[in-house]
């Protein structure tokens, strides 16, 4: 498979102060599933049809992060986030557009990134719910309403976590450490060895939760590293 690999400056750094973020991307409306493993693998995410990999210059602070699943052990705190949502249904379904997951996605981004950050529907679709790969939506409710949703990727050796959301309402739940725990146990359920977190920033308090997934390994220098601490 060939494709056209692109460099795109998006501007400054969403995560951290006055560096710029830098991507290798290019898109595709198929691909296969081994091969996006391997992209994984190697540091590249999924936003829609376009794959991506940061390649900022000077900065390599945004480490690829995943949890090796069947030897993950929940904290005290994390079981506690387990307790706390005992009351919370969780259902997958195929990735499609609904006003109800669009709805939340707008109170979630005005809530953490304010109005000017909120992409419209269309916008909502390309970036959500058009994929190359097989992709799912978990949504998570209470008494029947919705208070979260993630958009996974399955792959056959993994889930890969695109993106979630949820009510700023309910902040008070830890709904987003809630949502990578219901991820590893399906993991493990489909006896899949990996759950792809996304990015890991040293520093940015954003990611402080993904840290706390033990064990979990970082992708430094093209290698996985563990840590158990």
């Not at 399955?154 to 450490?177: C, K, N, Q, W």
């Not at 040293?202 to 996985?224: I, N, T």
Request: net charge positive; with cysteine.
């Amino acid at each position: 498979m060939r494709v056209n690999v692109f460099e795109i400056n998006h501007g400054d750094c969403p995560y951290l102060p006055d560096r710029a973020w830098v991507t290798d991307t290019f898109q595709v409306p198929r691909i296969d599933g081994r091969l996006y493993e391997n992209l994984l693998s190697h540091g590249w995410r999924r936003s829609g049809n376009t794959f991506y990999r940061n390649v900022c210059p000077g900065c390599t602070a945004c480490l690829p992060i995943r949890i090796p699943t069947h030897r993950f052990v929940a904290s005290k705190s994390q079981r506690r986030v387990i307790r706390r949502n005992t009351d919370v249904a969780c259902t997958r379904r195929r990735t499609e557009f609904t006003d109800e997951a669009y709805d939340l996605y707008r109170a979630y981004c005005d809530a953490r990134h304010g109005p000017h950050d909120i992409i419209g529907p269309k916008q909502f679709a390309t970036f959500l719910v058009e994929s190359p790969v097989r992709a799912e939506m978990m949504e998570y409710r209470v008494a029947g309403r919705l208070v979260g949703v993630g958009w996974i990727d399955l792959l056959a050796d993994g889930i890969s976590s695109v993106y979630f959301v949820f009510d700023p309402a309910e902040s008070g739940r830890s709904l987003g450490t809630f949502s990578a725990l219901t991820e590893i146990s399906l993991a493990r359920d489909l006896g899949l060895q990996w759950v792809y977190l996304g990015f890991f920033v040293d520093g940015s308090r954003k990611m402080e939760y993904k840290a706390r997934f033990r064990p979990h390994q970082l992708l430094v220098s093209d290698r996985w590293i563990e840590r158990t601490e």
